[in-house]
Each structure stands twice: as C-alpha cells, then as structure tokens.
C-alpha cells in the first residue's frame, strides 16, 4: 500500500456546489495531515492542516480526519472557479518525520 | 521579496551539459528541501538541509549535487543528467526540520528539461 494515496481525477464540480477530494494512508503515516493546492504552472501552497480526529474548518474549507478508518478528506463549499487545481494530500513518515506527499487530485470546477 | 525564490523558472540542457538552479527563501527558515515533481508522480524529497548541514539524501543518483552555503541559499548543480530527470524541481522552506508542526514553504519551481 502506498503510503498516501489520492484518486488523480479529474473531479469536475459544479459551481457553488461542494467539492470533496479524499485521501488515505497507511500505518507508515503519522496523524499529522496538510492539503496543499497547486495551481498549474505554481507551487504548491498550504491551505489546511489537520492534526486531530474529526472536522476542521477555515472558510470556505473543511478538513476531515478519521484516525478509525485512515483517511483524511478537503471539503470546499460554494465552489468557484478560481478553485480549480491539483489539491495535495500530504502526511509525515513516522520513520524520518518527512512529508509523503500523494499523487495529487486535480479539480475543475464548471461555472 | 519574501518567500522561497527559485531560478530559472525554465532550463533546456543537454545531457552533456553542467548547470545549477538556485533556491533564496527569505522567511528566516533553518531547514531547506529539494523535491522532484514528475508527471503523475508523488513529490519526491532529494536533499533536506538543516541549519546549512545536509541530513538527509534521499538515495539521489550522483549526477545531482546539492549545495548549501548559508540558511538562506540552496542550490542544485546538475551534471550528465538523462531524459528521464526532466521535471519540475521545487525547492522548499521550513522553520525547523520537524515538519509536523513546521510546513513547507515551496518556490515556483524551475521546469527542467533534458534534451
């Protein structure tokens, strides 16, 4: 199993709809998680960090973290435009404290 | 300028060929990265430096050769590199090693491309 593993999309949303992008990780991962968003041609930048079991919100964005179930999942409501790119789901190696990073799931959303 | 500088943005070179790309992170961080970026690929972590000092080589071939002069410079040199090292390689910024509680800071990359 893949350390973090995300579905590479494309996920196509609507806009003003809710966005849902989902990862899960493997016991090589720590609970410590961060969505980062990557707009073509840019770095990635930081948006959420979760380190806690349940809901974290921060405008627009919730993050989710089951710690039972070994998934992590980014919600973004009232989609727009300006929301499409490559959203990262990263965690950290318990064996060198590195972030491992997943393929990235690239969103489009359809105004 | 703030944050984590890299150039080139783009770089053509030949596989005989020697060139170098550069990181300036502007943040006042300790540690430094390289990461690869290939298509449909992971991010791939290369070199970590902590406080100028290199902890970490991430099994890296030897045509890369990192560089780090000071806690605010980091540099790649490249050397004989082959078509599959094209990529883009981002260089990142932490305030300290740990990054559980300390996330990365990345640049725009520099886009690589070996001919």
């Known amino acids: 199993q893949k350390e973090v593993e995300q579905n590479s999309g494309p996920l196509s949303v609507p806009e003003g709809a809710i966005a849902s992008l989902n990862c899960t990780y493997s016991d090589r991962v720590s609970q410590s998680f961060f969505w980062y968003r990557q707009y073509s041609g840019k770095s990635p930048e930081l948006i959420m960090s979760i380190y806690s079991n349940g809901d974290k919100e921060d405008g627009r964005f919730t993050a989710q973290l089951n710690k039972a179930s070994q998934y992590v999942s980014l919600l973004i409501r009232d989609s727009q435009p300006s929301d499409s790119a490559t959203y990262l789901c990263?965690?950290?190696?318990?064996?060198?404290?590195?972030?491992?990073f997943g393929t990235g799931t690239r969103l489009t959303i359809i105004p | 300028e703030t944050g984590v500088t890299q150039t080139p943005r783009h770089l053509v070179m030949g596989m005989t060929n020697k060139k170098s790309l550069k990181c300036e992170q502007h943040?006042?961080?300790?540690?430094m990265y390289w990461y690869k970026q290939s298509a449909k690929k992971p991010l791939e972590l290369m070199f970590v430096y902590s406080l100028e000092e290199r902890v970490e080589n991430n099994s890296v071939p030897s045509r890369f050769s990192p560089e780090c002069p000071n806690s605010s410079h980091l540099f790649l040199h490249l050397h004989t590199l082959q078509p599959e090292d094209s990529a883009l390689y981002l260089c990142a910024s932490s305030p300290s090693q740990g990054v559980r509680n300390s996330p990365l800071h990345f640049g725009n990359g520099t886009r690589l491309t070996v001919t």
């Open positions: 943040l006042g961080h300790n540690a």
């Open positions: 990263a965690g950290v190696n318990f064996g060198n404290e590195k972030l491992t």
